[in-house]
Every structure is written in structure tokens, then in C-alpha cells.
């Protein structure tokens, strides 16, 4: 999506409100899931004795991690921004399929760790109607948490080796604080705007502001993560100045390559449109640079908000290896 930096005091306000309001029910899911699980775990051990309840209850919360030998890719379902306005992106109605927006994120999991690139909108917002949540003109809907689909696959925040963000737009860094304990993959560019003294006045602050205290690896140019070639994070400045892709490399798919929004929708791509302002920001010389890589590796170009992508691409807890 498009940022737009100005807002109304009013509007500032209004949000900050609405995030007060939505918090308890981020706080509530995890617990009321935490009480089913464990009221389930209760039924199968009880016949065990109090003693060994507790670390069974635990142990239950969670399904087991894989172990991977290779490569694995999944996707999850982080949100669906309703929009109406691809006159901003340079496009017209009739030109764009569908001009809602799907919000994705995505888990590697690496044999030597585990890597998400972008967290989409915030936990909080599931369960809340769209009039309480829209935002710069996109509407924000969620059905269900980051952290409960992480949890279905057996990956609590904790065990997040490495957070990269596509960029720091409201709409993928809504849970970034539950991974500040990951190394946070940045460039310098996006970490000085996201802790800038206006950025620390937006709604949404707090719902990355943890990461100031991460332990951080500030990037320049691309950068092999693993140190094998199967994952690396591509520089594609232009959207904002620290704008970053990531290359994956799977066995069995082939190379993908995730663009967060160096695109939003498929026209853009096919008609070679961008927002205005991304003419001379840096987003051509960056998509030229992945077209070419396209073309030389054969890699698939995953457009993260493109609604026919959100809606054809296999989600967690199915994966792509
Ligand atoms: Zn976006």
C-alpha cells in the first residue's frame, strides 16, 4: 500500500483510540486458546495424576516443530485490505481485476533456522468490524491471528531466528514486536524512518517499537542469510528507501522470489504502471533488477497483495518445499 505521511491530528487520535480498544483482544485469543488446549490436554492425562499435569499441559500448547532437511515455505493469511482506489497505483478501475489487496507473510524454514519476512496487520484486529478499522482509505478485515497460524505448525515467536521486513508500512510490521527477540535483517534507510520523532507519534508505533532493543544486522546490498544460496535477501529500494525482496530457493518449486510492494497488483506488472512518486524514487531501477533475475533463474515472482495470488497460493499450514 501506499503511505501517506500527513495525517489529520484528529485522525491520529481516532486511531490510537481504536488500537486501545482492539488490544484486549489480541491479549484474549492467545490466552482463550491456551484454556481449550489445556482443558484438552487435562482430559487425555488426567488418569496421570496432578503431577505430571503441568508439563504435559505445556507441552500440548504448541504442535511439534518440523524437523526440515531442506527448504520449506509457507504462507499465511495476515489480513485483506479493501480498497478501492487503484487510480493511485496509476491504474484505472476497469484496468484492475480485483482492487482489494490480500496481506501475506511468509515463514522459511531453513534446516539451520527460521526466517519470516513481514508480519502483516495486527493480531488485534481479528473479530473487530471493518467501519472501526480503516485506515489512509484501506479497510483492514482478519479472521485469524500470526500467531495462532505460526502456532498450528509448532513455531511459537520465540523460535523466529532472523525478521525481515519487506518495509515498514502499517500494513507489514502489525506484530513485529512479538519477534523482537529474532535478528532483525534491516536497511539502515527503513530502521531511521520507523524510529524517527514522527514515526514514534503514529497509532501503530508500538506495534514494532520493541525491535528498537533487537539484535539488529543493518544491510547493504543483498545478503545470503544461510550463507548457501538458498535464501537472500534482495535490496529493492524505491517504495521506501530500505525497501527489501527475498529470493527463496526450493527444492522442489524452483526459486521464488517474495517482492513485498514493489508491486501491489498484477497490471502494475503487466502495464508498467507505478504510484507517481515511485518514478524517481528508485522502485524502476529495482524492478529491473528482478525481471532480470526472473528471466535468468526462471524464479516465480510472487505478488504479495495481488488478490488472485491471496487467493490461489497454497497457505500454512500446508507449504511449498
Ligand atoms: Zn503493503
Not at 483482544?25 to 491456551?34: S, T
Not at 529474532?182 to 524517527?196: E, H, I, P, Q
Not at 514494532?208 to 542469510?225: C, F, I, M, P, Q
Amino acid at each position: 500500500m501506499r503511505f501517506i505521511l500527513e495525517l489529520p491530528p484528529c485522525l491520529v487520535a481516532a486511531r490510537a483510540a481504536r488500537a486501545a480498544r482492539a488490544a484486549p483482544v489480541a491479549r484474549a485469543a492467545p490466552v482463550a486458546r491456551a484454556a481449550l488446549t489445556s482443558l484438552a490436554a487435562l482430559a487425555v492425562v488426567g488418569a496421570l495424576g496432578l503431577a505430571a499435569l503441568a508439563p504435559r499441559a505445556r507441552a500440548a500448547e504448541l504442535a511439534p516443530l518440523p524437523q526440515v532437511a531442506s527448504l520449506r515455505l509457507y504462507v499465511f493469511d495476515c489480513g485483506t485490505l479493501v480498497y478501492n482506489r487503484p487510480e493511485d497505483y496509476n491504474l484505472t478501475r476497469e484496468q484492475v481485476k480485483d482492487t482489494n489487496m490480500g496481506v501475506t507473510c511468509y515463514l522459511v524454514m531453513h534446516p539451520r533456522g527460521l526466517l519470516l519476512f513481514d508480519t502483516g496487520l495486527n493480531d488485534g484486529l481479528v473479530g473487530r468490524p471493518l467501519y472501526e478499522n480503516v485506515l489512509d482509505g484501506y479497510g483492514q478485515i482478519k479472521f485469524n491471528t500470526l500467531r495462532g497460524q505460526l502456532a498450528d505448525i509448532g513455531v511459537s515467536p520465540e523460535r523466529i531466528d532472523y525478521l525481515v521486513l519487506s518495509h515498514y508500512h502499517w500494513d507489514h510490521i502489525g506484530n513485529a514486536a512479538d519477534f523482537a527477540g529474532a535478528t532483525w535483517l534491516v536497511y539502515k534507510g527503513d530502521r531511521d524512518a520507523m524510529f524517527s520523532p514522527q514515526a514514534r507519534g503514529y497509532a501503530w508505533f508500538g506495534q514494532y517499537a520493541a525491535l528498537e532493543h533487537s539484535k539488529t544486522v543493518l544491510l547493504s546490498g543483498d545478503r545470503d542469510v544461510f550463507g548457501d544460496g538458498t535464501v537472500t535477501v534482495l535490496a529493492t529500494p524505491g517504495h521506501t528507501e530500505g525497501h527489501c525482496s527475498l529470493l527463496v530457493r526450493l527444492k522442489n518449486t524452483g526459486p521464488i522470489v517474495l517482492t513485498g510492494d514493489l508491486y501491489h497488483y498484477a497490471e502494475e506488472r503487466a502495464l508498467n504502471r507505478m504510484p507517481p512518486e515511485e518514478k524517481t524514487s528508485g522502485t524502476v531501477e529495482s524492478r529491473a533488477k528482478i525481471e532480470e533475475l526472473v528471466r535468468r533463474t526462471g524464479a516465480k515472482l510472487w505478488i504479495g497483495h495481488s488478490m488472485e495470488f491471496f487467493r490461489t497460493v497454497r497457505k500454512s499450514p500446508a507449504w511449498y518445499d
